[in-house]
């Protein structure tokens, strides 16, 4: 049998990116410092293109500093009484390294002592002299231990003030010097934006003052934080949260992104090069306030279903899916994970993964996943160390609060917390040595 070739005619559609589409979609997936990074690269081939750096503007900081700013007036070192526990996974972490800097003896009973006393912040929720006593160690002692634990990643750990743990990060980026030194050791005029004053204190103009001041705003006044659910680290968030008199604002950072200006020509562009190089800028320019005007259009929908969060926390997450968000602000679902890929937010409670603020409803009726993996966590920081909670007593704990799981579901997200079983959370409590 003999085969026969024939000829057919077939159509068939095939979407093509062309490469403002391509470059748009690129542009939507950058976070501030991503983007900021890509116009940096255009600016220098364009020659149509300039960026204006964000200044500093006196007495504005991101969110996330403003309870730390806040106790300046009243807390010169740390709090007398002893503040809330640390996240579970920042003990882990903090253990973990203990057990390989102090395997034993009187500085490992210190560099416990040290440990629990952490705050959620990561700074030192109790004096120093008290720790040291007992542990029944000279101040000396517990000094030389201290030192060792602030070495930690992430830097900033174990401060026992604002001061310190700034100071911490600015000595790890090699940029402490005279100026910084004199801005960190008057906190409270740096917070108000008093730039002449603190100029004049210093002994230095005003811009260097302005210079060192965005360095500052780029550490991290909260490092322990990090090991929080949800937490993003990241030194310059896409978008800030604040109250206002109207209730919750939600706006672009715009000290993280510099200002794209496009110059027209004097003269209309001869050479097709020049031609392209006009209409690129243009392009671009367009593109990224496409970008702005996009995230912070999905942002408000997000935190404006998440509220309850911005009071209480990531305990008070409500089940949440891109799908909804997408049909709220009419755009597809695919352009809405793009936007919140690497994105940041900066909130009174920490910064945040807007990704992270997305979650699904456990069962019918019950909490988001990750509203139940924040009351874990909440439920294991609070546990009493000699006597942590086992994956039953924390499926009851839960069904007291009126969410009821299976243990081995508990387990699960007891693990994607990264939070070790009870046999390994147990720590003896510290005898006083004589």
């Excluded at 700074?123 to 060792?148: D, K, M, N, S």
Aim: hydrophobic fraction near 45%; charge should be positive; proline fraction near 6%.
């Amino acid at each position: 049998m003999k085969s026969r070739q024939r000829i057919s005619i077939a159509q068939t559609q095939r979407l093509q990116l062309n490469l403002g589409l391509a470059a748009s979609i690129r542009i939507l997936t950058y976070d501030a410092s991503g983007l900021t990074r890509y116009l940096e690269e255009q600016a220098g081939e364009n020659p149509h293109l300039a960026l204006e750096p964000a200044q500093a503007v006196p007495g504005e900081w991101l969110p996330r500093w403003t309870e730390a700013l806040a106790g300046l007036g009243g807390r010169g070192g740390a709090s007398v009484e002893l503040a809330a526990s640390a996240a579970p996974s920042l003990m882990a972490h903090v253990m973990q390294a203990v057990d390989g800097l102090f395997p034993s003896g009187r500085p490992r009973r210190l560099a416990v002592l040290l440990a629990e006393a952490l705050e959620p912040s990561g700074w030192l929720g109790r004096p120093l002299a008290e720790i040291a006593a007992q542990g029944g160690a000279t101040l000396p002692e517990a000094e030389a231990v201290l030192a060792r634990l602030q070495g930690i990643e992430p830097t900033g750990l174990f401060a026992r003030s604002l001061a310190e743990c700034l100071r911490l990060q600015a000595v790890e980026e090699g940029c402490l010097d005279q100026t910084l030194s004199c801005m960190l050791e008057h906190l409270d005029v740096v917070a108000a934006g008093e730039f002449t004053r603190l100029a004049r204190i210093c002994a230095v103009t005003e811009a260097e003052i302005v210079a060192r001041l965005r360095l500052i705003r780029g550490f991290d006044p909260k490092p322990g934080a990090q090991f929080d659910a949800g937490s993003a680290a990241v030194r310059e968030p896409d978008l800030i949260v604040t109250r206002g008199e109207e209730g919750w604002q939600v706006a672009l950072n715009r000290s993280a992104l510099p200002s794209v200006r496009v110059s027209r020509p004097e003269q209309r562009p001869k050479t097709p090069q020049a031609r392209a190089a006009w209409s690129q800028a243009q392009s671009l320019g367009r593109m990224v306030e496409s970008r702005n005007a996009t995230l912070l259009r999905v942002g408000r929908e997000i935190l404006g279903r998440q509220e309850a969060a911005l009071e209480a926390g990531m305990t008070a997450l409500v089940p949440m899916t891109m799908a909804e968000v997408a049909e709220a602000v009419e755009l597809h679902e695919s352009t809405i994970s793009r936007v919140v890929a690497g994105t940041s937010v900066d909130t009174p409670k920490g910064t945040w993964w807007l990704r992270r603020l997305f979650s699904g409803r456990i069962g019918e009726a019950g909490p988001s996943a990750a509203a139940l993996r924040a009351a874990l966590t909440r439920l294991v920081a609070a546990e009493d160390p000699s006597a942590p909670l086992s994956d039953v007593a924390l499926t009851e704990a839960l069904a007291a609060e009126g969410v009821t799981l299976a243990r081995r579901t508990v387990a699960k997200y007891r693990e994607m917390l990264n939070i070790p079983p009870a046999s390994r959370r147990r720590r003896k409590k510290p005898g006083r040595a004589g």
